[in-house]
């Protein structure tokens, strides 16, 4: 089994749907990430937390919010989407300033 | 302002040598990684750098120079696998953040 996992894999949604997308670790980390890649623009961090209830705000958070209510889970929701949040989500866990190890992706699609 | 610049693409030949390079400016430095990325995939980790030098694991290495900024990865005995992207990210700022390069996309051929 994987240890970091994302559902969905891939999501057609319209504007001004509310999406969520969830992700699980079996790693045992503290730290966990979201973030969206751009073609020409690398990941971009959106939210990131280091402990359960702890929340902070990346270089794009406008539009997005997150949820760490356990250790292993850490859930990113577009409140009402829109077309350029049309992307692929990662999410990652690390223990520290180490290595960070990423999930699957979600492609989102935002018509 | 935070800047890190790759080139975009590069191409290379089965059982070369490529060296994908990297300058990075960032508001300050706590360590920089290489991720190998296949299209449609999740960023794997090849290497870590926080000490000026060379670090070697297998048919990869890595160099960083903290004073210029500067930092490359060397892809010896090019396989075909290889083709991917490699991204550069650097470990920066209070809450060391990983700040990622658009990244670079190597070909290899035959």
């Known amino acids: 089994d994987a240890d970091v996992t994302q559902t969905p894999r891939n999501r057609i949604t319209k504007t001004g749907k509310r999406i969520m997308l969830e992700c699980s670790q079996t790693?045992?980390?503290?730290?966990m990430y979201w973030y969206r890649q751009d073609p020409g623009l690398g990941l971009r961090l959106i939210y990131y937390s280091f402990d359960v209830k702890d929340i902070n705000k990346g270089e794009i958070s406008d539009g997005y919010s997150v949820s760490r209510q356990a250790q292993a889970k850490f859930s990113l929701s577009l409140e009402s989407a829109i077309p350029n949040q049309t992307a692929l989500y990662f999410c990652?866990?690390?223990?520290?300033?180490?290595?960070?190890?990423f999930g699957p992706g979600t492609r989102l699609t935002v018509l | 302002g935070q800047n890190i610049d790759q080139p975009t693409e590069m191409t290379a030949t089965e059982g070369a040598i490529v060296q994908i390079n990297c300058t990075y400016q960032?508001?300050?430095?706590?360590?920089l990684f290489w991720y190998q990325q296949h299209a449609g995939e999740a960023p794997t980790f090849l290497s870590y750098?926080?000490?000026?030098g060379l670090e070697e694991k297998g048919r990869f290495s890595s160099f960083l120079s903290r004073s210029k900024g500067y930092s490359y990865l060397l892809l010896k005995e090019l396989q075909m696998k290889d083709s991917a992207s490699y991204l550069c990210a650097v470990l920066s700022g209070g809450y060391n953040k990983l700040i990622f390069g658009a990244g670079t996309r190597l070909a290899v051929h035959p």
């Open positions: 750098n926080v000490l000026d």
């Open positions: 790693k045992g980390h503290d730290r």
């Open positions: 960032t508001s300050g430095f706590n360590g």
């Open positions: 990652a866990t690390s223990v520290d300033n180490l290595e960070q190890f």
